[in-house]
């Protein structure tokens, strides 16, 4: 079965660049999440969006935006990048309807020296 | 504002022992209970999700309960095996959208 694919897994910047990340949710899903995982951390919530709209915003920094295009797959833009914005970060989709199961990616590893 | 903890922090277990994960949450008004199984670095796999109306999920050696009023779940896993060491979290899922996860069980079975 198809599952939530994110790239690239690993991505090493330096400080003040930028960076993207890309997930591609399963088939049919309409509601992608973006999660931010810090070493020894749980997932935090950063964005979510249902249908290409911005559904749930919780602790995103201002220098990271989100959108959600026509064929559903979803990018993370992260500027001025900071050594605390190492982590990992998950993608994860989930189908119409309220409250119905969320499914992860495998993360993107990203390393800001 | 919803806040998962999970007890214990870390567990270690004989192989082929039952064993029990706890999960509170603090806001009862939950759509849903999911939780994730995570191993060293790698992405989240989703193990069970029990729906707010409902109190037990099966699959496999894994059964998970929920009782809202009381802000609990518990993850049940009988005859552990080596295989099933890792990190297990627990996610609720409030106003049917964001999930808030606890900081995790860390499971090590020794064979």
């Known amino acids: 079965a198809a599952g939530v694919i994110q790239s690239p897994r690993h991505l090493i910047k330096e400080k003040r660049e930028t960076a993207t990340l890309k997930c591609y949710p399963i088939p049919r899903h309409d509601t992608v999440y973006w999660y931010q995982q810090g070493p020894g951390q749980d997932p935090q919530f950063l964005i979510s969006?249902?249908?290409?709209?911005?559904?749930d915003k919780g602790s995103i920094p201002d220098r990271f935006s989100a959108q959600q295009f026509s064929d559903y797959h979803s990018e993370l833009n992260m500027s001025s990048l900071e050594l605390g914005d190492s982590a990992l970060y998950f993608c994860?989709?989930?189908?119409?309807?309220?409250?119905?199961?969320?499914?992860f990616g495998q993360g993107t590893r990203l390393t800001v020296v | 504002k919803q806040e998962v903890t999970q007890i214990p922090a870390a567990l270690s277990v004989p192989e082929g022992e039952n064993l029990v994960l706890n999960c509170s949450f603090t806001?009862?008004?939950?759509?849903?209970l999911q939780w994730f199984r995570q191993d060293p670095g790698k992405g989240l796999t989703s193990l069970l999700l029990i729906q707010s109306s409902q109190r037990e999920q099966t699959s496999g050696r894994l059964n998970a309960s929920l009782d809202k009023s009381s802000g609990r779940s518990t993850l049940y896993i009988a005859a552990s095996q080596p295989g099933d060491s890792a990190t297990y979290l627990c996610a609720a899922n409030v106003g049917g959208s964001r999930l808030t996860f606890g900081e995790g069980t860390q499971l090590t079975v020794n064979p």
């Open positions: 994860a989709s989930s189908s119409p309807g309220s409250g119905t199961e969320a499914f």
């Open positions: 969006f249902y249908e290409k709209m911005q559904s």
């Open positions: 806001d009862s008004a939950i759509y849903n």
